[in-house]
């Protein structure tokens, strides 16, 4: 079967009524910034689809404008992930949504930027105002809570916000949970029966009871404010370069909607004035996390790095020094989400190393934005041969190539189906 179909199929089969999962063994709900990536694969086939898909996804939001990564619809159902609803126990805030499990962390907001694509296809003024002031109140919700020092930049308080789950990234931020603060934590990992090899591709037991020990943390706190010794307040610059890319949208489609925008408009400029001065690394020509805890740079060499290209943040010279450094990563496949050689990689362990196909479209699109037309067309190209040799995966090892056996973790994964349909429609345009 072609190639298009295969994803479209992929789509379909993991479509659940109005929203679409992950993957149907590892991740049966809905998941935040994977509904975002798959709008944009649906847009392609049922552009009404791809709206409901984030109306869905806001049934879960909080009173307080927060937006949880995962929501439990149909929870009852399904027994294979943890941690479950009931762990979650959302119940715990009075802001939750009363009929609907959720968890109480959130994901990277890429739904403002999501919805610009959207109204291209044509729309109705009033559910996109509506979803439009969903989207305000969750960024609202970021600045209110999370935001560090007035800088326009917020804070992620749990490794899974960032959505590169295991990243060598946070490997220095976990050294401050002591495994004798772990001795009453109980894990029930589910992921590692879903996969195969799981030893060598999903997070170790110690790492995944230093999650569980800041869901536990955090739900003693009500998931809304933490202590400011709370032992994992990063700045990532994923997370900061896709709200920013989101608030640039939503200004735009405020002006479109006729809606007023001038306080999406002092957060853009807030964070214009100091992402770099707090991500920018000009040693290394690269964009770091920042610790809030140690007031210092995480500085390890990811794909992390590249993604505030996809919000038109680089400045020429960055843009330069960003663009010879994806150059320099020679004989492997575009991008390593983190670079071989760098300390914590794995080259087939999660975000140790892998590609990500979600990743690799947002690097693309952003050296697009700058022209850089041939770098963006080299992470395309690897995106759609990695896909279309191992099949619709998770993550693939940046290293083993064509013959070899590649391709880990999920099988028919949604955003990876998704996105290689919008890489495969622009090929064609
Ligand atoms: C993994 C990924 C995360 C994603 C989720 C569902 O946890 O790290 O980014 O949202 O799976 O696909």
Known sequence: MELLKKCQQVLEENRRGDFTIPSPKLYPFQWNWDSGFIALGLLHIEPEK???????????????GFLPHIVFHNAEKYTTYF???????????????????TSGITQPAVHGFVLEDIIEYGFDRDRIARLYDQIVHYHQYLYDYRQFKDTGLVAIWHNWESGMDNSPLWDSVFKRIHPDMLKDVIVKRKDIHSVEDSAATRPTDEDYKRYIYLVNYLRDHKYERVPEDFPFQVLDPVFNAILHQ??????RIGKKIDIDTSTVESWIRRTEE???EIHWNDEDGLFYPFDILTGQQVKI???ASYIPLFAEIPDDAQLKALVANIEGLEDML?????IP????FQAKNYWRGP???HMNWMISEGLRKYQQNDLADRINSDSIQLIEEYGIREYFDPLTKIPEKNGYGGQSFSWSAALTIDMLKKKES
């Open 50 to 64: 791809a709206l409901v898909e984030l109306e869905t996804l806001f049934t879960g939001q909080w009173g307080n």
């Open 83 to 101: 941690p479950s609803a009931d762990y979650w126990n959302s119940n715990v805030s009075d802001f939750a949504p009363k009929k609907l499990s």
């Open 246 to 251: 989101s608030n640039k949208s939503l200004a």
């Open 274 to 276: 100091h992402f770099s």
């Open 301 to 303: 060499h990811c794909a």
């Open 334 to 338: 575009l991008v390593p989400s983190c």
């Open 341 to 344: 050689g760098q300390p914590g």
């Open 355 to 357: 590609v990500w196909i």
